[in-house]
């Protein structure tokens, strides 16, 4: 099941099946889809956070039982779904944090991937193990794992199937920092997030996303255009005056 609690403005979505290491199954995964896309349009949500329930698993990968039925058709329908649930947390208008608690192989290591920000507990345990089973990852490993660590790092941890822990992930830059709890982290962060502006966090995770890919002059002009069109949001007018009148902004997304 997918359990979301509201916190203030932070949303904490957290996958529980904790019998099966919090793996996901086809209702696991269309849930989890579910809900990121009502969180993502949710405008009373400013920043969400994706865990695991417990502290053996983040999520331990896909359901293999399943998959191991799948024709051609079928298992391009399952990559199709957890690809969306990449994208929903990849695109969302707004940060989404990963709190990396034990397991997060295979699909579980792509959630991660696919969230702008990833910590990690001490005792956990990421990568791609595909390979090990004659396939590929399905849902952006072989792309997103790339973007994060370097295409060097990322063929060697995909096409050997190695699973690294958390001091190797946060020194190969997989995880952005170890902290134990790693939720007490996440939640820090996601308040500090919910407290600026949505709408400059928004442009600025729509820019960022651009800059592995597309034309390097043309994402900078559209940075250009951006930075002088926020002029006119109140949330700019509220943040540059409450800075020269020595007060905290209160942004409204406005």
Known sequence: MIRVDREDAVGVVTVDRQDALNALDVATLTELRDRLRELAQDDGV????????????FVAGADIKYMSSLDVAQAKEWGALGH???RLLETMPKPTIA?????????GCELALACDIRYAAASAKLGQPEVNLGIIPGWGGTQRLARVCGLGVA?????????VDADEALRIG???AVHDPVLDKARETAALLASKSPIALRLMKDLANRALG??????????????GELFSSDDAKEGLSAFVEKREPVFKGT
């Open 46 to 57: 400013r920043a969400v956070i994706l865990t695991g329930a417990g502290e053996k698993a």
């Open 84 to 86: 969306e649930a990449g």
């Open 99 to 107: 709190a990396v608690n034990g397991f997060a192989l295979g699909g």
């Open 155 to 163: 063929k060697e941890l995909i096409f050997t199937g190695r699973v």
């Open 174 to 176: 997989l995880v952005n």
């Open 214 to 227: 597309g034309d390097h002059a043309a994402n900078l002009e559209a940075e250009g255009e951006t930075f």
